[in-house]
């Protein structure tokens, strides 16, 4: 168990539509991160927070959005969803904003789009 | 473009022999790497890491080389074991580890044989 927790572990939507995507980091922990794992493909950073502040984003589509609350949970809003964004949607924390990429995954967030 | 090469998806190994898991990468701006392991249903989890300065690094029956000229690191598992069998991923990150910046490959699935 990481300590990473993630909600729902399985949503089925149609094409679209909307989702929110809730995560909790390991206690203590400021970073939060989103990663997408589609088929076959390796996990693509979406965008990090530090302590409610976005730090850094990656190849987040417009459609995406992220925020961090004051408790430190977070949560990945996909709207107007695409069969194409059915993927595997991964939370992971760690302490400090950079850190040496030793990041803590939860279970994931499996989105299928129909 | 992928920037990091897992070109070998899947791996099958006898019980108590060598596993080799082989990585590729392209920007040479990548100075931290990193391998994580994923159980099904599970997120990944960090295994061990190697910063540019090293050729090698060691922990228990895990080695990852480095190999800069080639662009290319391996994980070596000695002796491989049944709860090995997952799906490994290599990571690797520029400017110092940042987490956030972690380029993922595709994974290769070890399978562990008795």
């Known amino acids: 168990d990481s300590g990473v927790t993630q909600t729902p572990k399985h949503l089925i939507t149609a094409t679209g539509q909307r989702v929110t995507l809730r995560c909790s980091p390991r206690s203590g922990d400021l970073s939060v991160y989103w990663y997408q794992q589609s088929l076959d493909q390796g996990l693509q950073f979406l965008i990090q927070?530090?302590?409610?502040?976005?730090?850094a984003k990656g190849n987040i589509l417009e459609r995406f959005s992220a925020q961090q609350f004051p408790d430190l949970h977070s949560e990945l809003n996909l709207s107007s969803l695409e069969l194409g964004d059915s993927a595997l949607y991964f939370c992971?924390?760690?302490?400090?904003?950079?850190?040496?990429?030793?990041?803590?995954f939860g279970e994931g967030s499996r989105l299928t789009v129909l | 473009d992928q920037q990091v090469k897992q070109n070998s998806p899947s791996l099958s190994v006898q019980e108590g022999r060598i596993s080799i898991l082989n990585c590729d990468y392209t920007n040479s701006m990548f100075d931290y790497f990193l391998w994580y392991k994923k159980y099904p249903a599970e997120g990944p989890t960090f295994l061990i890491s190697?910063?540019?300065?090293?050729d090698k690094n060691e922990d228990g029956r895990f080695t990852v080389f480095l190999n800069k000229s080639a662009k290319h690191l391996s994980l070596h598992i000695v002796p491989s074991q049944p709860g090995d069998s997952a799906v490994y991923f290599c990571?690797?990150?520029?400017?110092?580890?940042?987490?956030?910046?972690?380029?993922f490959g595709t994974g290769t699935r070890l399978q562990v044989t008795l």
């Open positions: 990571a690797a990150s520029a400017g110092g580890g940042t987490a956030s910046k972690l380029t």
């Open positions: 992971a924390s760690s302490v400090e904003p950079g850190g040496t990429g030793e990041l803590f």
């Open positions: 927070y530090y302590n409610g502040e976005e730090r």
């Open positions: 190697i910063s540019s300065i090293k």
